[in-house]
């Protein structure tokens, strides 16, 4: 297909008017949103999908009926060609379903419940991780316990250690009057 860069430039510029930009990037549109979330819009008079028409342009392609634009940020409204890839059908759904399997999932791999104390989120490029405040606290317990066997392996290592470490701070001391 031959797009008219001027026609495509007034449209690209009218999409930006209409959508705020938000702290991960994502262009949301502020039109109506039809089923499922995604914003219309109307190119040369015919109405269309509104990110699928901007992936169109941007790429200067014509996306086949059997091929779906997934956004990565998962806002479908969200228009910002860099968060738009151009997927099958299959791989979308599947990819939703595994988002939606980790937010259903109640307990951490070890079996410890996913309660407001017992969860901290980590931020990852799209999305926030959950991961199990119990899990972190048996890590570093089990690397304090690591720890303490292995001075108690190594006393002479440990002697020679602090050995050092007195005549560093007593010529520090020195070196300070
Ligand atoms: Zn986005
Ligand atoms: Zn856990």
Not at 53 to 82: A, Q, V, W, Y
Request: glycine share 4%.
């Amino acid at each position: 297909m031959k797009y008219n860069d001027n026609y495509d430039q007034i449209f690209l510029e009218r999409i930006k008017n209409k959508s705020t930009t938000n702290d991960k990037n994502c262009m949301l549109l502020h039109t109506t949103l039809v089923g499922g979330g995604y914003s219309q819009c109307s190119y040369r008079g015919k109405k269309s999908y509104t990110h699928r028409k901007i992936f169109e342009i941007i790429n200067k392609i014509t996306i086949p009926n059997n091929l779906f634009i997934d956004h990565l940020c998962r806002n479908r409204n969200c228009c910002n060609p860099k968060h738009l890839e151009i997927v099958t059908n299959q791989e979308n759904v599947r990819r939703g379903v595994l988002g939606i399997k980790n937010r259903a999932k109640t307990h951490c791999p070890q079996g410890h419940e996913y309660t407001y104390e017992n969860t901290y989120l980590v931020p990852t490029t799209f999305t926030k991780k959950r991961y199990c405040r119990m899990c972190r606290r048996i890590r570093s317990q089990k690397r304090y316990h690591l720890g303490r066997i292995w001075v108690k392996n190594n006393k002479d290592k440990v002697r020679e250690y602090k050995k050092r470490y007195r005549i560093k701070m007593k010529r520090l001391k020195e070196l300070a009057v």
